[in-house]
């Protein structure tokens, strides 16, 4: 594996003749993506037999490619002590249990306060990722959304469990609170995902270029006009559990997109009221560890407002 600030040399085989410089590479270094390796290659850390190439350039074998990796760049983000719980963590991979309100990264105007920042405090060895000093972020939570969240500590993690999610492999457990009575015991939503027509901060099934998102649920308590359900979601689709627990009739309490205009009853009103974000929370998150291959999970308890919520409508509601 070529790591940060050396350099490998390789000879290209004839097994690559006619293939593409950039899909070539990221077969034989099988730490890299095709998109890092691309951007090696047109920043010039990629030579084959001593010059520059681009990433179409097909191989005709028998060439010698040296390539170099770059020390990370350092980003411009200072490490923040959030107290955000730390729930595992070794050389590879950091798990936390990420609380409501905060954001996944920074993005527009948002340079403080988020995962990113917290974890730059919390884990002292990572590694550069994608050429940047930074946590690798593998998968999101919405910033309302709370719970687990697993992230690369370098190059090789990233790459692995980025490949897990892409072929559905991670097991993802959601807890959510629903607004209205949901009478089977379990069920599924098989219907694509995409940017809303009309509503471009919403997702819609309606959208002309939606992609496969499937969910599944079943039912872990009833109570008077809401019901606590159990949540699979077997793609990873914005906003998909959101958006299937809406369009099946049963939205997110509390869920300032796309929950309901009213609710069944005051008291899941109130509910939602104490809330003041969706009712969604990651409970569990399985998947292979990137460098022992062992399935590993991770749970992360129900914050105090959930809590707080079901104990209200639980006890208020007779149930």
């Given at each position: 594996?070529?790591?940060?600030?050396?350099?490998?040399?390789?000879?290209?085989?004839?097994?690559?003749?006619?293939?593409?410089?950039?899909?070539?590479?990221?077969?034989?270094?099988?730490?890299?993506?095709?998109?890092?390796?691309?951007?090696?290659?047109?920043?010039?850390?990629?030579?084959?037999?001593?010059?520059?190439?681009?990433?179409?350039?097909?191989?005709?074998?028998?060439?010698?490619v040296s390539v170099t990796i770059p020390p990370p760049e350092k980003i411009e983000l200072e490490p923040e002590e959030l107290g955000i719980p730390l729930?595992?963590?070794?050389?590879?991979?950091?798990?936390?249990?990420?609380?409501?309100?905060?954001?996944?990264?920074?993005?527009?105007?948002?340079?403080?306060?988020?995962?990113?920042?917290?974890?730059?405090?919390?884990?002292?060895?990572?590694?550069?990722?994608?050429?940047?000093?930074?946590?690798?972020?593998?998968?999101?939570?919405?910033?309302?959304?709370?719970?687990?969240?697993?992230?690369?500590?370098?190059?090789?993690?990233?790459?692995?469990?980025?490949?897990?999610?892409?072929?559905?492999?991670?097991?993802?457990?959601?807890?959510?609170?629903?607004?209205?009575?949901?009478?089977?015991?379990?069920?599924?939503?098989?219907?694509?995902?995409?940017?809303?027509?009309?509503?471009?901060?919403?997702?819609?099934?309606?959208?002309?270029?939606?992609?496969?998102?499937?969910?599944?649920?079943e039912v872990v308590e009833r109570f008077e006009g809401a019901t606590l359900l159990a949540v699979s979601p077997k793609t990873g689709r914005t906003h998909?559990?959101?958006?299937?627990?809406?369009?099946?009739?049963?939205?997110?309490?509390?869920?300032?997109?796309?929950?309901?205009?009213?609710?069944?009853?005051?008291?899941?009103?109130?509910?939602?009221?104490?809330?003041?974000?969706?009712?969604?929370?990651?409970?569990?998150?399985?998947?292979?560890?990137?460098?022992?291959?062992?399935?590993?999970?991770?749970?992360?308890?129900?914050?105090?407002?959930?809590?707080?919520?079901?104990?209200?409508?639980?006890?208020?509601?007779?149930?």
């Open positions: 594996m070529v790591k940060d600030g050396r350099k490998e040399t390789l000879t290209v085989s004839g097994d690559y003749a006619g293939i593409r410089a950039d899909v070539a590479l990221s077969s034989l270094l099988s730490a890299l993506t095709r998109a890092q390796i691309r951007r090696l290659i047109e920043s010039g850390n990629v030579l084959v037999d001593g010059t520059r190439i681009k990433p179409a350039r097909k191989f005709s074998g028998g060439e010698e729930i595992y963590e070794d050389a590879h991979i950091a798990v936390v249990d990420k609380p409501p309100g905060v954001s996944v990264h920074p993005g527009a105007g948002i340079s403080s306060g988020t995962l990113v920042n917290a974890l730059l405090a919390l884990c002292s060895d990572l590694s550069g990722i994608g050429g940047k000093l930074r946590p690798g972020i593998v998968h999101r939570l919405d910033k309302d959304t709370s719970g687990v969240i697993v992230v690369a500590k370098n190059d090789a993690a990233h790459l692995c469990l980025a490949n897990q999610f892409k072929s559905r492999t991670v097991e993802k457990r959601y807890l959510a609170l629903v607004s209205g009575v949901v009478k089977s015991p379990s069920g599924r939503v098989n219907a694509p995902i995409g940017r809303h027509p009309v509503e471009r901060k919403k997702f819609s099934s309606m959208s002309r270029a939606g992609r496969e998102a499937l969910t599944e649920w998909q559990i959101r958006v299937h627990m809406k369009e099946s009739g049963f939205p997110i309490v509390g869920d300032k997109l796309y929950g309901p205009r009213k609710y069944p009853s005051p008291l899941v009103a109130t509910a939602a009221k104490m809330l003041g974000r969706q009712a969604l929370h990651a409970s569990s998150l399985s998947f292979d560890h990137p460098c022992s291959g062992e399935r590993v999970g991770f749970e992360a308890p129900l914050p105090s407002d959930m809590r707080s919520a079901i104990e209200l409508l639980r006890h208020e509601g007779g149930g």
